[in-house]
């Protein structure tokens, strides 16, 4: 895999094909990638083409605990807890208790360590439900926030790949 062009990271994966344009590229080893810590999205040579790509984003297993509401609760609204199963740079997976409808939006805040405060996610929409599980997107979150997140994700992601 190249590396991207944007931050030179290594951690690239292959995205699904958007537009006439890219699906004529396949044809000579030319595919979309996107990197997963500055979610930077290029075309590059790939030669072992994988024609089912998933998701964009690799999510990497850990046990947070989280914290969310719905964004239009009121502020005394208590918190709801879960526990982060799975994490990435857009999104992560969320276990809990109470049922959540999909396409709600939530606030939610997780910490990564007990040394650092809890990493701040101001809008998330809620993507997939299944049973206890559902599955999260990351709609707004601050530059600062982002940042501590994509400091803490190359951690994760290089730790992951050692592993594997």
């Not at 075309?43 to 914290?67: F, I, S, T």
């Not at 969310?68 to 208590?78: E, I, K, L, N, V």
């Amino acid at each position: 895999m190249p590396n991207c062009p944007q931050c030179g990271m290594w951690l690239v994966k292959q995205a699904p094909r958007k537009g006439v344009l890219e699906l004529f590229l396949r044809f000579v080893a030319i595919s979309p990638l996107r990197c997963q810590l500055c979610t930077h999205r290029f075309m590059g040579v790939l030669w072992r083409v994988n024609h089912k790509p998933g998701r964009e984003y690799e999510r990497v297993p850990v046990q947070y605990p989280v914290y969310f509401r719905p964004t239009f609760a009121r502020d005394d609204t208590r918190p709801i807890p879960g526990t982060i199963s799975a994490l990435s740079i857009r999104g992560c997976t969320i276990t809990t208790r109470v049922s959540v409808p999909k396409g709600e939006c939530l606030c939610l805040q997780f910490a990564v360590s007990d040394q650092e405060q809890p990493i701040q996610i101001d809008a998330a929409r809620v993507r997939t439900v299944k049973g206890t599980k559902m599955g999260v997107a990351f709609a707004s979150i601050r530059p600062e926030e982002e940042d501590r997140l994509r400091q803490h994700m190359m951690t994760l992601l290089h730790h992951h790949l050692d592993e594997s």
